[in-house]
């Protein structure tokens, strides 16, 4: 598979309604991303499709502090990669 992440996104801390960003920096072919979020507490990770490109964004509330998220990559070919989970946080 040609499919490779270049780097794993971190976690984000910014301040309350600022708006944390992660971006996923992976090559291959024809390549679509999938994210799942987390919020603290909750039980397991549920798939958006608010974002289908390489980069989720969220204003931060104090509701979502402590979320996390990673995003899968499929290409073309149908090989996928995961990030690690990062965590979103209010400062």
Do not use: H
């Not at 999938?34 to 549920?46: D, E």
């Not at 995003?71 to 690690?84: H, I, K, L, R, W």
């Amino acid at each position: 598979s040609d499919l490779e992440l270049l780097s794993q996104p971190e976690d984000v801390t910014v301040a309350s309604g600022e708006t944390a960003v992660i971006t996923v920096d992976a090559v291959g072919e024809d390549m679509t991303y999938t994210w799942y979020y987390r919020n603290a507490g909750a039980s397991g990770f549920t798939r958006t499709d608010t974002f289908t490109g390489d980069t989720y964004s969220l204003k931060m509330t104090s509701a979502r502090s402590g979320r996390q998220v990673y995003c899968v990559v499929t290409d073309g070919s149908g090989n996928t990669v995961a990030t690690d989970v990062v965590t979103l946080y209010i400062a």
